[in-house]
Nanobody
């Protein structure tokens, strides 16, 4: 059973930092790309970042480039999202999910909830101004 669980969210002031963790189980973690997504109230879920399997190449949505850093630890089946210089518009529930069809990270238009799997409950990130 494919499962991914995000954690580490919280309330932080603008300009602050948070580190999210995503623990995975039920599949061979090293073989798959993992994506971070977020959903703000009243908005669709959107892809934020993606890390490839293999060489661990990283990709970011434009609004978080230079502020967020994605990484993975294959020994513990964990993906991290370090979020710095947080802004109120980063407020959302953050989720992680696996790319089961091995479509790959480079194609950002494929970062959709319809093509990724293993959605857990997500973790709330709230950035106050």
């Amino acid at each position: 059973d494919v499962q991914l669980q995000a954690s580490g969210g919280g309330l932080v002031q603008a300009g602050g930092s948070l580190r999210l963790s995503c623990t995975a189980s039920g599949f061979t973690f090293t073989n798959y790309a993992i994506g971070w997504f977020r959903q703000a109230p009243g908005k669709e879920r959107e892809g934020v970042s993606c890390i490839s399997s293999g060489d661990g190449s990283t990709y970011y949505e434009d609004s978080v480039k230079g502020r967020f850093t994605i990484s993975r630890d294959n020994a513990t089946n964990t993906v991290f999202l370090q979020m710095d210089s947080l802004k109120p518009e980063d407020t959302a529930v953050y989720y992680c999910a696996v790319d089961p069809n091995k479509l790959g990270c480079p194609y950002q238009y494929l970062w959709t909830e319809y093509l990724y799997d293993g959605w857990g409950q997500g973790t709330q990130v709230t950035v106050s101004s």
